[in-house]
């Protein structure tokens, strides 16, 4: 199941970018954050994969939902400029940004490859 963050919790449970210059994933499994809008067509078209690819990993990777309309210091803080747009974060890395619809498949290779999450 994919769950919503506010600023707070993303604060907690991904990066407290107000605490720490350099990143520091918070998480104990990686995550792919959905920055997204209610209105966004292509959003929306994304969505059901998102919650299918939760269901599949389950406990292996968590996946949150950004409104950037509600939570607009979180866009700015990581310069959302379209979306839908992906951040991808494993846990001993870099994150990693990709925007746009992305098909299953190209989700599942970013989960596999970048993630380093298996099924």
Same mark, same amino acid.
């Given at each position: 199941?994919?769950?919503?963050?506010?600023?707070e919790?993303? !604060?907690?449970?991904?990066? =407290?970018?107000?605490? =720490?210059?350099?990143?520091?994933?918070?998480?104990?499994?990686?995550?792919?954050?959905?920055?997204?809008?209610?209105?966004? =067509?292509?959003?929306?078209?994304?969505?059901?994969?998102?919650?299918?690819?939760?269901?599949?990993?389950?406990?292996?990777?968590?996946?949150?939902?950004?409104?950037?309309e509600a939570?607009?210091?979180?866009?700015?803080?990581?310069?959302?400029?379209?979306?839908?747009?992906?951040?991808?974060?494993? !846990?001993?890395?870099?994150?990693q940004?990709?925007?746009?619809?992305?098909?299953?498949? =190209?989700?599942?290779?970013?989960?596999?490859?970048?993630?380093?999450?298996?099924?």
């Open positions: 199941m994919t769950e919503q963050l506010t600023k919790t993303f !604060l907690e449970k991904v990066f =407290n970018y107000e605490k =720490n210059k350099e990143w520091t994933f918070e998480g104990a499994v990686p995550v792919i954050i959905d920055f997204y809008a209610d209105w966004c =067509n292509p959003c929306k078209m994304v969505a059901p994969v998102l919650e299918e690819l939760s269901e599949e990993y389950g406990d292996k990777l968590k996946i949150y939902k950004i409104d950037t939570e607009q210091e979180l866009a700015a803080a990581f310069a959302i400029r379209s979306i839908p747009s992906f951040l991808f974060i494993p !846990l001993n890395e870099q994150p940004m990709a925007t746009g619809v992305l098909p299953k498949q =190209n989700f599942e290779e970013i989960i596999q490859q970048v993630l380093k999450v298996e099924k």
